[in-house]
T-cell receptor, first 110, second 117 residues
């Protein structure tokens, strides 16, 4: 079964708007992480939320986790053109292994 | 976070040949991993590189095709053997457990873009 399924697959917004991406998963996890990837380059770690946490903030990023629904969301507030990238959620289970979702392609139009 | 470098950054190879990708970290880390990202797709874990012992491979990946070495806590290599066009992907290494600690955050290298013709 696919762990870490994301929606939407693609999202296009205007600068200044908020962007929300969702991630669902199927099995129990001990943490969930969000990453950004620009144009097929390396991944940048954005934020980690543990299974006993419900919400976490980092700058313009807000991540929520609902373990009862097995879902997480990433909110980017006041988006900028530089936020244009692919965003991936990744679920962590045992031994630090990560399983990645399919990703959301975010385009922020100037 | 750690500074992670990969060599080469990209390569174009002929089918049937092999390519070895290097991953170097600027500090000791507990865990090192290798991922593959096929064109337009997400990342798939190939294996966990274990220091001083054989790597732990995920389902669908075998040592004969993707031999991995990890001679110390800062360096690992992944070889893509007997390549075919289906091996064209970005290969990324990642690390976790900086300074030998226990942590779940993984940090990624810049990737190696491989094209097999």
């Amino acid at each position: 079964s696919q762990q870490g399924e994301e929606d939407p697959q693609a999202l296009s917004i205007q600068e200044g708007e908020n962007a929300t991406m969702n991630c669902s998963y199927k099995t129990s996890i001990n943490n969930l992480q969000w990453y950004r990837q620009n144009s097929g380059r390396g991944l940048v770690h954005l934020i980690l939320i543990r299974s006993n946490e419900r919400e976490k903030h980092s700058g313009r990023l807000r991540v929520t986790l609902d373990t009862s629904k097995k879902s997480s969301s990433l909110l980017i507030t006041a988006s900028r053109a530089a936020d244009t990238a692919s965003y991936f959620c990744a679920t962590g289970t045992s031994g630090s292994r990560l399983t990645f979702g399919e990703g959301t392609q975010l385009t922020v139009n100037p | 976070s750690a500074v992670i470098s990969q060599k080469p950054s990209r390569d174009i190879c002929q089918r049937g040949t092999s390519l070895t990708i290097q991953c170097q970290v600027d500090s000791q880390v507990t865990m090192m991993f290798w991922y593959r990202q096929q064109p337009g797709q997400s990342l798939t874990l190939i294996a966990t590189a274990n220091q001083g012992s054989e790597a732990t491979y995920e389902s669908g990946f075998v040592i004969d095709k993707f031999p991995i070495s990890r001679p110390n806590l800062t360096f690992s290599t992944l070889t893509v053997s007997n390549m075919s066009p289906e091996d064209s992907s970005i290969y990324l290494c990642s690390v976790a457990g900086l300074a030998g600690g226990v942590t779940y955050e993984q940090y990624f290298g810049p990737g190696t873009r491989l094209t097999v013709t």
